[in-house]
């Protein structure tokens, strides 16, 4: 094919203009199926049936655009065309020294973090948060590394664990050297830190010292920022951790900005390059293990626009914030309503964390009425909050709905019983869950022979399964520990309480949970 300008979306754009004959896949060919408005599913509600066909002619009309590594169009995994333009326009964009483009979202780019990771400084551990996201708990697993888990502090009116301080893994690493995890060979040897920055309900902090910190210990720092994709694009938010000294950074683009959802971003910093080529130069095939050799062209234009578009215009990040002050101003007024916001740290202003205890009801049940009142979908429901997601997207009649919804809640609600009744969630689920015991290696649980047990009959058994609530995804057992009365009691309560409870032997289908655990 004849050399087009640089860049995902005019090459393809270039392909599409030349009416190609396509002898090769994807099956579709890029044609339509059937004309617009042809071919309708019938009968049934006639709003739903329409959207169907909607749904089906937008189906229809992004085939041409969805085309596979034909020449002049690049390859992913060995990108010399517009894909290495693209990435490296990116790299420009964020300060970086490479930049991958992921169509498999944040998942992708912590799984071949961490798989570098280990083939770069070999077995051993790495200090690893407890709200880690359940991608975190695959990498571990894939890569055979081990994590040595902190705790860090807890406050459950920002949605559990805040981000990890200095102090927290300093902690950790002497408690596992007084109790001889730490030594230096196997898996006591120390090979990096991993840390999750922004957390899922918008708690933020200047992760510079943590930085220093590994720096002393030789090992990289691996930050999840997943929810942070405009953090490094944007002044007026929260400080990347791409400044600060992470060597390897992690975005899900799709969550914040107008990219397509598995859209992401992993990063190599300046700073991993000078401290580790190694780990620099391992991350491609690191990738290579855990994304598709098929990748889709729509994502990764939709990529490639979006961070254009961010890079040159801060309106997004404008109307975001305006938004949010908006909402945040509007619920605070309302009675058994308000808006946590915490003193002493930092805060993603994309998130809400809307606080409904005082309407003598639970997350789940504000969040059901949410729909029923105008179709609001908040992103998670947590015991007693619900959190919300704004964005560049939100216009002035989404805001005004939203308000609107929580104004009748409370109005609805004025005649309720306070706190205490039986609208709240147990306040068990308030608390710091209860902390597993370890009793063998992560990834020696997951491989072995395991058997499924009624929750009741899992208590003293070791666990094959990831257990957790989802939001945020962050586990409440992982393989390896051993289940407690605490922990079982704690999960069952999560499920009347209406929290989505996920691992290997539930999926929220209303089956009974049951959980994997080592045959004995």
Same mark, same amino acid.
Request: with cysteine.
């Given at each position: 094919?004849?050399?087009?300008?640089?860049?995902?979306?005019?090459?393809?754009?270039?392909?599409?203009?030349?009416?190609?004959?396509?002898?090769?896949?994807?099956?579709?060919?890029?044609?339509?199926?059937?004309?617009?408005?042809?071919?309708?599913?019938?009968?049934?509600?006639?709003?739903?049936?329409?959207?169907?066909?909607?749904?089906?002619?937008?189906?229809?009309?992004?085939?041409?655009?969805?085309?596979?590594?034909?020449?002049?169009?690049?390859?992913?995994?060995?990108?010399?065309?517009?894909?290495?333009?693209?990435?490296?326009?990116?790299?420009?964009?964020?300060?970086? #020294? *490479?930049?991958?483009?992921?169509?498999?979202? @944040?998942?992708? !780019?912590? $799984?071949?973090?961490?798989?570098? /990771?280990?083939? =770069?400084?070999?077995?051993?551990?790495?200090?690893?948060?407890?709200?880690?996201?359940?991608?975190?708990?695959?990498?571990?697993?894939?890569?055979?590394?081990?994590?040595?888990?902190?705790?860090?502090?807890?406050?459950?009116?920002?949605?559990?664990?805040?981000?990890?301080?200095?102090?927290?893994?300093?902690?950790?690493?002497?408690? #596992? *050297?007084?109790?001889?995890?730490?030594?230096? @060979?196997?898996? !006591?040897? $120390?090979?990096?830190?991993?840390? /999750?920055?922004? =957390?899922?309900?918008?708690?933020?902090?200047?992760?510079?010292?943590?930085?220093?910190?590994?720096?002393?210990?030789?090992?990289?720092?691996?930050?999840?920022?997943?929810?942070?994709?405009?953090?490094?694009?944007?002044?007026?938010?929260?400080?990347?951790?791409?400044?600060?000294?992470?060597?390897?950074?992690?975005?899900?683009?799709?969550?914040?900005?107008?990219?397509?959802?598995?859209?992401?971003?992993?990063?190599?910093?300046?700073?991993?390059?000078?401290?580790?080529?190694?780990?620099?130069?391992?991350?491609?095939?690191?990738?290579?293990?855990?994304?598709?050799?098929?990748?889709?062209?729509?994502?990764?234009?939709?990529?490639?626009?979006?961070?254009?578009?961010?890079?040159?215009?801060?309106?997004?990040?404008?109307?975001?914030?305006?938004?949010?002050?908006?909402?945040?101003?509007?619920?605070?007024?309302?009675?058994?309503?308000?808006?946590?916001?915490?003193?002493?740290?930092?805060?993603?202003?994309?998130?809400?964390?809307?606080?409904?205890?005082?309407?003598?009801?639970?997350?789940?049940?504000?969040?059901?009425?949410?729909?029923?009142?105008?179709?609001?979908?908040?992103?998670?429901?947590?015991?007693?909050?619900?959190?919300?997601?704004?964005?560049?997207?939100?216009?002035?009649?989404?805001?005004?709905?939203?308000?609107?919804?929580?104004?009748?809640?409370?109005?609805?609600?004025?005649?309720?019983?306070?706190?205490?009744?039986?609208?709240?969630?147990?306040?068990?689920?308030?608390?710091?869950?209860?902390?597993?015991?370890?009793?063998?290696?992560?990834?020696?649980?997951?491989?072995?022979?395991?058997?499924?047990?009624?929750?009741?009959?899992?208590?003293?058994?070791?666990?094959?399964?990831?257990?957790?609530?989802?939001?945020?995804?962050?586990?409440?057992?992982?393989?390896?520990?051993?289940?407690?009365?605490?922990?079982?009691?704690?999960?069952?309560?999560?499920?009347?309480?209406?929290?989505?409870?996920?691992?290997?032997?539930?999926?929220?289908?209303?089956?009974?949970?049951?959980?994997?655990?080592?045959?004995?």
């Amino acid at each position: 094919m004849d050399k087009v300008a640089d860049g995902i979306i005019q090459s393809i754009a270039y392909y599409i203009g030349q009416d190609p004959v396509r002898m090769h896949m994807p099956g579709h060919k890029g044609r339509l199926r059937r004309k617009q408005g042809e071919g309708r599913p019938q009968g049934g509600d006639e709003a739903a049936s329409h959207m169907s066909g909607l749904v089906l002619d937008a189906l229809d009309a992004v085939k041409p655009l969805d085309v596979t590594e034909v020449p002049g169009l690049d390859n992913l995994h060995y990108p010399s065309g517009p894909i290495k333009a693209v990435q490296d326009a990116m790299a420009d964009t964020f300060g970086t #020294a *490479a930049t991958y483009c992921l169509i498999n979202g @944040a998942t992708a !780019g912590i $799984l071949a973090s961490l798989i570098a /990771v280990r083939m =770069t400084m070999g077995p051993g551990m790495v200090v690893v948060p407890r709200n880690a996201h359940r991608s975190i708990i695959s990498g571990l697993i894939l890569s055979g590394l081990e994590p040595l888990f902190v705790y860090p502090e807890y406050d459950s009116r920002f949605g559990g664990y805040l981000p990890l301080k200095v102090s927290d893994v300093q902690a950790q690493l002497e408690k #596992a *050297a007084s109790e001889g995890r730490r030594d230096m @060979a196997g898996e !006591g040897r $120390l090979c990096g830190v991993v840390v /999750v920055n922004p =957390t899922f309900t918008g708690v933020c902090r200047d992760i510079t010292e943590i930085c220093e910190y590994a720096d002393g210990l030789g090992v990289p720092v691996i930050v999840d920022e997943a929810h942070g994709t405009l953090f490094a694009l944007s002044e007026r938010l929260p400080r990347s951790a791409i400044e600060a000294g992470a060597a390897l950074v992690v975005h899900g683009v799709h969550k914040t900005t107008e990219a397509l959802t598995q859209t992401g971003l992993l990063h190599v910093t300046p700073k991993c390059v000078a401290s580790f080529p190694a780990l620099a130069v391992n991350v491609a095939e690191a990738l290579r293990l855990v994304q598709s050799t098929s990748p889709s062209y729509i994502l990764l234009a939709s990529l490639e626009r979006a961070i254009r578009s961010h890079k040159h215009d801060e309106t997004w990040v404008e109307s975001m914030i305006q938004s949010a002050h908006l909402i945040k101003g509007a619920l605070s007024g309302f009675r058994g309503i308000s808006v946590r916001v915490p003193q002493g740290a930092g805060w993603d202003p994309v998130k809400i964390l809307v606080d409904v205890s005082g309407l003598g009801l639970s997350g789940p049940r504000v969040q059901e009425l949410l729909w029923d009142e105008a179709r609001v979908v908040p992103e998670m429901a947590g015991p007693d909050h619900v959190l919300l997601m704004v964005t560049g997207a939100d216009t002035s009649d989404s805001v005004e709905k939203l308000v609107k919804a929580f104004r009748r809640i409370s109005d609805g609600c004025l005649g309720l019983e306070r706190p205490g009744s039986a609208g709240l969630c147990s306040e068990l689920l308030t608390r710091e869950p209860p902390r597993a015991e370890r009793a063998m290696p992560l990834s020696r649980a997951f491989y072995s022979g395991s058997k499924d047990y009624s929750l009741e009959e899992s208590v003293g058994r070791v666990s094959c399964d990831t257990v957790m609530i989802y939001p945020p995804g962050s586990p409440v057992v992982v393989p390896g520990e051993k289940i407690t009365a605490e922990i079982a009691g704690y999960l069952r309560a999560a499920v009347e309480c209406g929290l989505q409870v996920l691992g290997r032997g539930y999926a929220c289908g209303g089956e009974e949970l049951r959980v994997f655990c080592l045959e004995q």
